[in-house]
T-cell receptor
Framework: DAEITQSPRHKITETGRQVTLACHQTWNHNNMFWYRQDLGHGLRLIHYSYGVQDTNKGEVSDGYSVSRSNTEDLPLTLESAASSQTSVYFC?????????????FGSGTQLSVL | GNSVTQMEGPVTLSEEAFLTINCTYTATGYPSLFWYVQYPGEGLQLLLKATKADDKGSNKGFEATYRKETTSFHLEKGSVQVSDSAVYFCALQTSGTYKYIFGTGTRLKVLA
């Protein structure tokens, strides 16, 4: 069965370190998204991609970057981790149907920045 | 701009009680509307959707009707179960785009 997987599930890091969170999907979707989930804020969009070599900033992109070198993967990098980036991170992909596409989510990465 | 507003939680109900979670939206054009559910320790999954005014989405006993005149998409279930305990997110997707806008989520706790 097709799926979307995130790794690691849990990560503890120190302030100032570079961290990369992996996301891999086997749905063959062109559209991929990274969200962070925080209490009181719900889900906020960090970055998204509509295909290979395409990346775009979301509403909370400062301090994060992504790259898309193939269809299956969209890694999220925190350039210099800050305590404000402690959060649960979700990767998602969606069907190529504008305005109607169902989102498929990974199980999330709990990141703690100490 | 586009936005989604959900009622604050948590909502605590007894088993077999009636559930309503309110959701209103602001959007240009004619968005599609969705409810996603997040069970503990998992990612979100689609619960139901409606793509035009007066459409009713339904799944697993949950229902929501797309009301354009009140810009609302309230989630209802006639008789909740303990297994319905989760966080529920209302969301919209504007026509011609792939991006979603989510509400802040409403936590539901159902007691036996």
């Amino acid at each position: 069965d097709a799926e979307i997987t995130q790794s690691p599930r849990h990560k503890i890091t120190e302030t100032g370190r570079q961290v990369t969170l992996a996301c891999h999907q086997t749905w063959n979707h062109n559209n991929m998204f990274w969200y962070r989930q925080d209490l009181g804020h719900g889900l906020r969009l960090i970055h998204y991609s509509y295909g290979v070599q395409d990346t775009n900033k979301g509403e909370v992109s400062d301090g994060y970057s992504v790259s898309r070198s193939n269809t299956e993967d969209l890694p999220l990098t925190l350039e210099s981790a800050a305590s404000s980036q402690t959060s649960v991170y979700f990767c998602a992909s969606s069907e190529d149907v504008p305005g109607l596409g169902k989102l498929f989510f990974g199980s999330g990465t709990q990141l703690s920045v100490l | 701009g586009n936005s989604v507003t959900q009622m604050e939680g948590p909502v605590t109900l007894s088993e077999e009680a009636f559930l309503t979670i309110n959701c209103t939206y602001t959007a240009t054009g004619y968005p599609s509307l969705f409810w996603y559910v997040q069970y503990p320790g998992e990612g979100l999954q689609l619960l139901l959707k409606a793509t035009k005014a007066d459409d009713k989405g339904s799944n697993k006993g949950f229902e929501a009707t797309y009301r354009k005149e009140t810009t609302s998409f309230h989630l209802e279930k006639g008789s909740v179960q303990v297994s319905d305990s989760a966080v529920y997110f209302c969301a919209l997707q504007t026509s011609g785009t792939y991006k979603y806008i989510f509400g802040t989520g409403t936590r539901l706790k159902v007691l036996a």
